[in-house]
């Protein structure tokens, strides 16, 4: 059902936690099924150095938390830009499509962040 890089970002995510200021940190809800999630992140000559996430949801939401943060790390604003729900699925081995929600809370997310930095 679900697939490895799934199940090990599930069981071991990554980047787990808050950054301090001067990082930035956004917070983005899901209305439909509840989920909260929390990115913390820190750019460094126009990159992000460091990026860190919370997540309040289901088992999806925390493995393509887990995912987007490793993929954010030394991305530009540009290529956060071109970030879609179909990137966060492939980073994490594909989602069923009750859980395709996850991806679409990570985008929201890094939508929300670029606002805050523009």
Known sequence: MYSEIF??????????GELPPPAITVQVENPACGD???????????VVDQVRFKV??????IAAGSALTAWML???RSE????NA????AEVGGLIPESKHAA????DGVRHLLRVVA
């Open 80 to 83: 956060l830009v071109a970030l």
């Open 104 to 107: 679409v809370l990570c985008v």
């Open 36 to 46: 909260i999630l929390k990115l913390s992140v820190l750019f460094r000559e126009g």
């Open 86 to 89: 179909g990137m966060v699925e």
């Open 74 to 76: 030394g991305k530009s």
């Open 56 to 61: 309040r949801g289901c088992t999806a939401s």
């Open 7 to 16: 199940l090990d970002h599930f069981k071991d995510p990554r980047n787990v």
